[in-house]
């Protein structure tokens, strides 16, 4: 409720607290981490969400990316790439546990873009596309990607899939 409120001096001492009461609970240490990064402490973000990763049952994927994120923001590739990586292991995994979960292989194309590798994210896209091929708003964030890899004729093949589908979306006509 603090945070909703906007008052993070009692959000941050209340999570503060939780986290000493339950120290091994990564959800507290997780949403403490995202009160710090709120407040625009990245450090503080940084050293409460690595403690969440590492308390965590099992990797999470979207803390991994933001962990990367927060790293990047600081000037820390090494260390961005490596979460990054991180995160796109575990949704490789889960893709392959979950052939077809759309969302995860959107997911893992989200993940690469963060990464900076458009090509693998197109082909993590395309995968989702295959799978929702219904979805226009999925064949228009595939799109973007081929043309940020100047795959034009695949861009606009996409996007003359997609104003087809039912309710198309002016951005995809412009």
């Not at 906007?6 to 120290?23: N, S, T």
């Not at 590739?77 to 995860?104: G, H, T, Y």
Request: glycine content about 4%; charged content about 25%.
């Amino acid at each position: 409720a603090a945070l909703e409120k906007g008052d993070m001096a009692a959000a941050l001492q209340l999570l503060q607290e939780a986290v000493k009461k339950q120290p091994d609970d990564s959800l507290h240490s997780y949403a403490l981490a995202r009160a710090y990064l709120l407040s625009g402490d990245r450090e503080k973000g940084v050293e409460h969400l690595s403690a969440a990763i590492k308390k965590a049952p099992s990797p999470n994927p979207d803390w991994l990316l933001t962990l990367g994120e927060t790293y990047r923001a600081l000037g820390k590739k090494d260390e961005a790439n490596e979460s990054f990586s991180n995160a796109i292991a575990v949704l490789q995994q889960q893709c392959e546990s979950q052939p077809k979960n759309w969302m995860l292989r959107f997911q893992l194309g989200q993940a690469y873009e963060k990464a900076d590798n458009d090509e693998l994210a197109s082909e993590a896209y395309a995968e989702s596309v295959k799978l929702q091929p219904n979805n226009g708003d999925l064949r228009y964030k595939l799109a973007t990607v081929y043309s940020g890899l100047h795959q034009h004729e695949n861009a606009c093949k996409q996007l003359e899939d997609a104003i087809k589908l039912e309710s198309p979306k002016v951005e995809w006509f412009l």
